[in-house]
């Protein structure tokens, strides 16, 4: 973000964090919070939990006011905004702070994790902690991290049942370099396509496939021209919870730990609502004619973590895959 947006950001949205109203009143801390996510996702019914929560016990100490949808600006606004203070609270993924914590892209690497549990294990213990600290430096807090969903393929014409079967095919992906170096090492043809410009490239073969998390899928209805669901398990998105480090520090340690308590209770909703929502997303699917597939999952781990690990360690340091691979 330019310093004129950064500017006009703070000109719209900039209020003290904590301010006195009256001499007779205790003092009252207002944090924004700004997603990207929709109102109606299970996100975004996440963060309104909380912030009842919040609100509620804090006895008016503390206001937490939600901002979904893209209210406060797009991810880039957002991340840029909790590290100056122009906002308070954010919830996003970490890779989106790549470009200040080149670590943090691991975070959302392909087949970094086992499965859910392995992810919570990890983001909420010792690589969570050692993450922390490098947000810290940013004055940027990590409050939690929660389960966002899987991403799975989907392709057009072409049954997937191993990495062998991805050969020549072009995958859409997001202009990211993982998610590129994922694709080169299934042989396939990674193929960047605007999102916007998704369904139609995939309605005249632009691409082959792509890949995203099911309700993406079928919100977006790509189930109406992509034939196969191909359960690769291949990212498993964490989102997080942050907050600007000198806002914290205003807060009371009382109500920073009712603050912290109820992210932990909204993230533990979160994660079992959203699991609940992928496994019936994928009966939804199959009744309106996709095909879904269980391939051999291993195939496709067993050549991507090698690939990714010669092509990004620098930018996540060395041995840091393997330290979170070992996270048990």
């Not at 199959?286 to 067993?302: L, M, N, Y």
Request: hydrophobic share 40%; charged share 25%; net charge neutral.
């Amino acid at each position: 973000m330019k310093k004129a947006s950064l500017l006009l950001l703070a000109a719209l949205f900039l209020a003290p964090a904590v301010f006195a109203k009256g001499a007779a009143e205790q003092q009252k801390t207002v944090l924004r919070w700004g997603s990207v996510h929709a109102e109606t996702t299970i996100t975004t019914q996440m963060m309104r939990r909380i912030i009842q929560e919040v609100n509620s016990k804090t006895e008016g100490r503390v206001e937490i006011q939600g901002y979904p949808n893209s209210a406060l600006g797009g991810s880039r606004d957002l991340v840029e905004g909790v590290q100056a203070g122009i906002m308070e609270m954010i919830s996003e993924g970490p890779a989106q702070f790549a470009s200040w914590i080149p670590m943090a892209s691991i975070a959302e690497a392909p087949y970094i994790y086992r499965d859910i549990p392995h992810m919570n294990k990890a983001l909420n213990g010792p690589f969570g902690d050692k993450l922390n600290e490098e947000f810290l430096k940013k004055n940027v807090r990590l409050l939690g991290s929660f389960y966002y969903g899987t991403r799975q393929l989907t392709t057009t014409r072409t049954e997937i049942r191993s990495a062998r079967d991805m050969q020549g095919l072009k995958i859409r992906v997001p202009e990211v370099k993982a998610y590129v170096e994922m694709i080169n090492s299934w042989g396939a043809r990674p193929t960047p396509i605007p999102f916007g410009d998704l369904y139609m490239s995939l309605q005249t073969n632009v691409a082959d496939g792509q890949e995203n998390p099911l309700p993406t899928f079928d919100g977006q209805k790509f189930y109406e021209i992509q034939k196969y669901l191909i359960l690769t398990d291949h990212i498993i998105c964490p989102n997080m919870i942050f907050i600007n480090e000198d806002v914290w520090k205003k807060i009371s340690p009382a109500d920073q730990q009712i603050i912290q308590t109820a992210v932990n209770n909204g993230i533990a909703w979160n994660d079992e609502e959203v699991k609940r929502s992928e496994e019936q997303l994928k009966k939804d699917l199959a009744a309106r004619g996709v095909t879904v597939i269980t391939p051999d999952v291993e195939s496709f781990r067993a050549v991507t973590g090698p690939w990714l690990v010669s092509r990004m360690e620098a930018d996540w340091g060395k041995g840091t895959w393997e330290f979170i691979q070992n996270v048990k």
